[in-house]
């Protein structure tokens, strides 16, 4: 089903849950002191819903900026492999040669193996990856060198590979990172109070508080959905995709 789609289910059926609801309280609840209720029960919800907002506004803005760091982190790994892929083509052909084998294969695992993995955050501790990294790192690091330029071509191939290690950590701990258990709890439970401090508000007319309560509930519900699928960057409604890699691969050939 479409992300969208399921956006929509659940936003909807939040909406239409809360005002049914609302109008259940409003027409068969006890009319007495309700109005004399919406200013002791409008200073609790300013302060629970405040608490709330800015938790969620929190937790989005963190998982943004995850989201981001993200695809930097691929497109740095990538670039940095085509750099020292580079740089080895100055020590030599047969170097240079089966650096660029390598980097390609690297490129490959990421792509098919790695990338669909990320997505339901597995574990790469012992991933084909890893092998081809320390792979190129030992071609690089036993090339022989004749002159100064060489030496500083091999000099700039190792640190591009110390860089691709870098940007491959930060993407391995972007994929297993989620929303602690803790913090969904204090998410749904305070979406929960929220809503039902909004059923205790009262007017003259019922449809403006079943429409009030039912905005309510579908905003709340609609940021709870974007923070349940921009949890992960690589699947779910972020979904980063390895375009960065695919670049890289046409790079090598």
């Known amino acids: 089903m479409s992300l969208y789609v399921t956006g929509l289910l659940w ?3 939040a909406a239409v849950i809360a005002a049914l609801v609302a109008y259940l309280i409003r027409r ?3 009319e007495g002191g309700r109005p004399d209720n919406n200013e002791a029960a409008g200073q609790v919800f300013t302060i629970v819903a405040g608490l709330q907002a800015v ?3 929190f937790v ?9 760091q993200a695809g930097d982190s691929a497109y740095q790994e990538a670039d940095s492999l085509v750099a020292a892929s580079w740089a080895s083509d100055a020590l030599g052909t047969g170097t240079g040669e089966e650096v ?16 669909p993995g990320m ?7 012992t991933s084909t990856g890893w092998a081809q990294l320390d792979e190129l790192r030992r071609v690089v690091a036993q090339a022989p060198t004749e002159d100064e330029w060489q030496v500083g ?7 591009q590979l110390w860089e691709v290690y870098e940007a491959r950590q930060a993407r391995l701990d972007a994929a297993g990172g989620e929303v602690t258990t803790v913090v969904w709890f204090v998410l749904i439970t305070g979406s929960v109070l929220s ?3 909004a059923l205790l508000f009262g007017g003259p007319l019922i449809r403006t508080h079943v429409l009030i309560v039912a905005t309510l509930a579908a905003t709340i519900t609609l940021l709870l959905y974007a923070t349940y699928q921009l949890q992960n960057p690589f699947g779910g409604g972020a979904g980063v995709s390895p375009d960065a890699f695919e670049a890289a691969i046409e790079r090598f050939g």
């Open 119 to 125: 997505q339901t955050g597995a574990d790469f501790a």
């Open 60 to 68: 989005l803005i963190a998982l943004f900026d995850a989201v981001t």
């Open 153 to 159: 071509r091999k000099a700039e191939a190792t640190d």
């Open 195 to 197: 809503i039902i401090l």
């Open 55 to 57: 938790l969620v506004a």
């Open 28 to 30: 068969y609840g006890d």
């Open 11 to 13: 936003v909807g059926g």
């Open 100 to 115: 660029r084998q390598l980097s390609r294969a690297y490129a490959v695992t990421v792509i098919n193996e790695e990338w």
